[in-house]
Nanobody
């Protein structure tokens, strides 16, 4: 059974850092890609960063490039999102998600809606405020 557990959210001041974790169960990182997505209040869900199922590279939305870093640890079956220099506009609920039939990076840098993802975790909330 596939399960994703996000953790690491919280409240931080602008310029601060957080590291989000997505612990995986029943999911093979060698086969499928993984994406981090977020949904701010009153806004559509959007792609933030991803590990591609096609080329195993990492990709970032323009709004977070240079500030966020996605990584994976096979031993602990966890995908991380290191978020530095956080801004108030980063406030959102963050989710990890995948597309079993495609590449989640299509919803981060490929113009596909994030709603195309097949499976989502329950999310972790991030608030950036002074």
């Amino acid at each position: 059974q596939v399960q994703f557990w996000e953790s690491g959210g919280g409240s931080v001041q602008p310029g601060g850092s957080l590291r989000l974790s997505c612990r995986l169960s029943g999911f093979d990182l060698d086969i499928f890609g993984m994406g981090w997505f977020r949904q701010a209040p009153g806004k559509e869900r959007e792609g933030v960063s991803c590990i591609s199922s096609k080329d195993r590279n990492t990709y970032y939305a323009e709004s977070v490039k240079g500030r966020f870093t996605i990584s994976r640890d096979y031993a602990s079956r966890t995908v991380y999102l290191q978020m530095d220099n956080l801004k108030p506009e980063d406030t959102a609920v963050y989710y990890c998600a995948t597309d079993f039939g495609g590449d989640p990076c299509n919803a981060v840098v490929g113009g596909i809606t994030a709603n195309a993802m097949d499976y989502w975790g329950k999310g972790t909330a991030v608030t950036v405020s002074s």
